[in-house]
């Protein structure tokens, strides 16, 4: 995140700033401001009580945003895992897949499959193809019902 940051004349950091404020930084204002109060005009129970709420909430979407970052790894790892079974469940079998680019069919024996960049290629009998080509998948002659 983009900050400020003062520095010295001897190259030390002395003051930083970032855009983001955590639930540290709001107990601190909270405890500073409860310091600094006009004890003749106290803070009002309604006031303190909003306060805390904010606090709570704030931890809340804190804890919220760490789940949602958890659950997107998880999904992304179950997706690559469904990728890996799905191409091993074609080897052995006849494929057809189209390049999107200029619409030319390949097709060929699904004889294994390795994964680059994170994309999933199935090796045909003399060409890699992406696993998201395919569009049509038969059992290769001779292969029958023992598959």
Same mark, same amino acid.
Request: a negative charge; aromatic letters at 8%; one cysteine or more.
């Given at each position: 995140?983009?900050? /400020? ?6 190259? %030390? %950091?002395?003051?930083?700033? #970032?855009?983001?404020? +955590?639930?540290? $930084?709001?107990?601190?204002?909270? /405890? ?5 109060? $006009? @004890?003749?005009? @106290?803070?009002? #129970? ?16 804190? $804890?919220? #945003? ?8 998880? %999904? ?7 990728e890996v079974a799905f191409s091993a469940n ?8 189209? #390049?999107?680019? $200029? ?13 680059? !960049? +994170? /994309?999933?290629?199935? %090796? ?11 569009? !049509?998948?038969?059992?290769?002659? +001779? ?5």
């Open positions: 995140m983009p900050g /400020i940051e003062a520095i010295n004349g001897t190259g %030390q %950091q002395v003051y930083s700033y #970032n855009n983001s404020l +955590g639930k540290e $930084d709001f107990l601190k204002l909270l /405890i500073c401001q409860l310091k600094q109060q $006009d @004890p003749l005009e @106290p803070v009002k #129970n309604t006031e303190f009580l909003a306060q805390m709420s904010q606090l709570t909430s704030l931890e809340t979407l804190q $804890d919220l #945003n760490k789940k949602m970052e958890q659950l997107v790894a998880l %999904q992304q790892l179950a997706w690559e895992q469904q074609l080897l052995g079998c006849m494929v057809e897949a189209v #390049n999107p680019e $200029d619409g030319k069919v390949i097709s060929g024996k699904v004889l294994g499959f390795y994964q680059n !960049k +994170g /994309i999933i290629y199935l %090796q045909l009998d003399d060409k890699a193809v992406p696993v998201y080509w395919v569009n !049509k998948v038969s059992v290769a002659a +001779g292969e029958g019902e023992g598959r």
